[in-house]
Antibody, heavy 129, light 110 residues
Framework: EVQLVESGGGLVQPGGSLRLSCAAS????????MHWVRQAPGKGLVWVSR????????SYADSVKGRFTISRDYAKKTLYLQMNSLRAEDTAVYYC??????????????????????WGQGTLVTVSS | QSVLTQPPSVSGAPGQRVTISCTGS?????????VHWYQQLPGTAPKLLIY???NRPSGVPDRFSGSKSGTSASLAITGLQAEDEADYYC??????????FGGGTKLTVL
């Protein structure tokens, strides 16, 4: 059974840092692209970041570029999101999600066919003083 | 303001058919990118409902169907049931923004 379990959320002050984790099980972690998607309280889903299957290509939403870093540990089968310089508007539930259709061709990687077939339960990040 | 536009809410009585629209532009749905749909029950994570415009993952009832035409897509739910009450989101790709979601539609079963 595919399982994605997020952890690491909590209350942090503006300007602070937090690292989210997403532990994967039930599938071959190294074969899939992975994403982070967030949802502010009472709001819709917003894509945040993605990493390809071998960890060589990453992409970020403009709103987090330069502040967030996505990475993955194959031995631990865990996806990470390092969040620095946090702002109030980063307050949200953060979901990790598995991507079936991301692909690379030559030196470029593409997520134009990506969709998310499994999601974690989410972890809440609250940025407030 | 979401790149993909959905109605904030729709409603229907049990047994009825409802549709949820997802309107994009020439840089996303109109450019030929696939549309996918997710269901989010209250207090839970999103769940994949439709992928590749009109394909259902294993376990999703055939009461749910998707379609796409031009710059828009639609999710149809027939034989509406109380358990279908949830938020529904469309998702596609935009050539300038990578993955994009609609703003979400709250379905109320009357």
């Amino acid at each position: 059974e595919v399982q994605l379990v997020e952890s690491g959320g909590g209350l942090v002050q503006p300007g602070g840092s937090l690292r989210l984790s997403c532990a994967a099980s039930g599938f071959t972690f190294s074969s899939y692209w992975m994403h982070w998607v967030r949802q502010a309280p009472g709001k819709g889903l917003v894509w945040v970041s993605r990493i390809n299957s071998d960890g060589t290509s990453t992409s970020y939403a403009d709103s987090v570029k330069g502040r967030f870093t996505i990475s993955r540990d194959y031995a631990k089968k865990t996806l990470y999101l390092q969040m620095n310089s946090l702002r109030a508007e980063d307050t949200a539930v953060y979901y990790c999600a598995r991507d079936l259709e991301g692909y690379c061709s030559g030196a470029s990687c593409y997520s134009d066919r990506s969709y998310f077939d499994y999601w974690g339960q989410g972890t809440l990040v609250t940025v407030s003083s | 303001q979401s790149v993909l536009t959905q109605p904030p809410s729709v409603s229907g009585a049990p047994g009825q058919r409802v549709t949820i629209s997802c309107t994009g532009s020439s840089s996303n749905i109109g450019a030929g990118y696939d549309v996918h749909w997710y269901q989010q029950l209250p207090g839970t994570a999103p769940k994949l409902l439709i992928y590749g415009n009109n394909n259902r993952p294993s376990g999703v009832p055939d009461r749910f169907s998707g379609s796409k035409s031009g710059t828009s897509a639609s999710l149809a739910i027939t034989g509406l049931q109380a358990e279908d009450e949830a938020d529904y989101y469309c998702q596609s790709y935009d050539s300038s923004l990578a993955g994009v979601f609609g703003g979400g539609t709250k379905l109320t079963v009357l």
